[in-house]
């Protein structure tokens, strides 16, 4: 049984690509390269990660697959799902030794895992862009650099699947003319738009600012404090006890972000 241990980087994966064809070796299984080596395997290989090689095999795909098909190993791999890497590199294997396209050989498990994890992800994505929801805060967080006082838009996720990268674009045309952050909860990282570029970030303060998943009420503005409980009344009032329909409402809005969200405060 041979294992390949590589950075875990997308590119380090395509670099493993790269060898397997290279020395014409198909690896059982993918590991860290601190990862503990299971009992039955009895021969490993190190990947070494460069630019040359990656991008040689990234090169490649963009000639053999079609924009979809590459977004789809995009999603695939942002799933953080248990073996992924090794359904990537499979994948990829089989398009390079195929003389047709399998982008839509369903017969195959892993063009089909591939579909369906993509479908999931591409699921989240959508989720993200309707159920975000930004709150007004008074105090910037110490690493964005800004001015005390200053008012930035922020919001706290914790999607199943690392779907942030995949929202990134959509929320910076949207709000392009306000700063806004938005922090993934689950993983300890976010992104800040400073109205030019979006910046990497991670919370020195996470235990202050956010409490029980939430922006921590001492952070948010007054006008902030004012719309939230306005827009809750307003809800409260529209709606109609008779008609609701909770099972239909779970299935348009998923309970996991109604935390997040003002009008079903006290659901």
């Known amino acids: 049984m041979l294992a390949f241990q590589y950075d875990k980087s997308f590119e380090g994966l395509l670099c493993a690509v790269f060898d ?17 080596v299971p009992l039955l395997v009895s021969d490993t290989h190190h990947v070494e990660l460069r630019n040359s090689k990656y991008e040689r095999v990234q090169a490649a795909l963009n000639k053999k697959l079609s924009h979809v098909a590459l977004n789809q190993l995009k999603y695939v ?3 953080e799902l248990p073996e992924s890497d090794l359904v990537i ?7 390079f030794k195929s003389k047709h396209a399998i982008e839509t050989d369903f017969g195959d498990p892993d063009v089909l895992t591939v ?4 479908k999931k992800m591409s699921r989240e994505r959508h989720h993200l862009m309707q159920f975000v929801r930004f709150n007004t805060i008074e105090n910037p967080i110490d690493n964005l650099n800004e001015r005390q006082n200053e008012k930035i838009y922020f919001s706290v996720i914790a999607p199943i699947y690392n779907a942030l990268p995949l929202v990134l674009n959509f929320f910076k045309d949207r709000y392009a003319d306000q700063k806004w952050a ?3 909860e689950k993983r300890k990282y976010g992104y800040f738009y400073d109205l030019d570029k979006l910046e990497k970030i991670s919370l020195v303060d996470h235990d202050e600012l956010i409490v029980d998943s939430q922006v921590n009420q001492q952070y948010l503005t007054k006008d902030e404090k004012l719309f939230q409980t306005l827009w809750h009344r307003y809800f409260n009032a529209l709606s109609i006890k008779e008609r609701e329909n909770p099972k239909l409402q779970r299935q348009q809005m998923p309970k ?12």
Do not use: T
């Not at 590199?89 to 398009?95: G, L, T």
């Not at 579909?115 to 993509?118: G, P």
């Open 77 to 79: 791999w942002l799933s």
């Open 89 to 95: 590199f499979r994948y990829i294997c089989k398009v």
């Open 20 to 36: 397997a064809f290279e020395q014409k070796k198909m690896p059982d299984c993918l590991l860290a390269h601190n990862e503990l």
């Open 182 to 184: 938005i922090y993934d």
């Open 256 to 267: 996991r972000f109604w935390h997040n969200l003002p009008e079903m405060k006290g659901k």
């Open 115 to 118: 579909h369906d994890i993509a």
